[in-house]
C-alpha cells in the first residue's frame, strides 16, 4: 500500500537549518499539490507550505515566508522542506500530504493522504 514517509526532523537551537523530506508511491506523487502541515499538542494541524506539481508555484503560511522552502523531485517520489533561521515557535511535528485538488490548498481536509509525521524541536 503506497504511504508517505517523513525524515529530517530533530532537535536543533533557534537560528538553525533543517531539511526534511518526505517520500513515497507514485500514485501518490501523481497528486496535482503536495504540502507541508505541522501540528502541537492540543492544536489543530496547520498549513506550512505547499507546491504545485504542474507550475511549480508555491505558497507559504505567512509565519514561515521568507524562512522555509519547499521543493521536491517527482522522479524521484520526494518532497522537501527547507527550514531555515529555525526558532522555537517552529517547535512541532511535521506531516506531508498529498492533495488532488488543481489549486493550492492549505486546508487540511482538502488533502487525502498523509505521512506518520517527523518531530522538530527548537530550542531557545
Known amino acids: 500500500q503506497e504511504q508517505l514517509v517523513e525524515s529530517g526532523g530533530g532537535l536543533v537551537q533557534a537560528g538553525a537549518s533543517l531539511r526534511l523530506s518526505c517520500v513515497g508511491g507514485?500514485?501518490?506523487?501523481?497528486?496535482?499539490?503536495m504540502g507541508w502541515f505541522r501540528q502541537t499538542p492540543g492544536k489543530e494541524r496547520e498549513f506550512v507550505a505547499a507546491?504545485?506539481?504542474?507550475?511549480?508555484?508555491?505558497y507559504y503560511a505567512d509565519s514561515v515566508t521568507g524562512r522555509f522552502t519547499i521543493s521536491g523531485d517527482k522522479a524521484k517520489n520526494t518532497l522537501y522542506l527547507q527550514m531555515d533561521s529555525l526558532k522555537p515557535e517552529d517547535t512541532a511535528v511535521y506531516y506531508c500530504?498529498?492533495?488532488?485538488?488543481?489549486?493550492?490548498?492549505?486546508?487540511?481536509?482538502?488533502?487525502?493522504?498523509w505521512g506518520q509525521g517527523t518531530q522538530v524541536t527548537v530550542s531557545s
Open positions: 500530504a498529498a492533495s488532488p485538488s488543481i489549486v493550492i490548498e492549505t486546508r487540511v481536509g482538502s488533502y487525502y493522504y
Open positions: 507514485g500514485y501518490i506523487f501523481s497528486q496535482s499539490v
Open positions: 507546491i504545485r506539481w504542474d507550475s511549480g508555484s508555491t
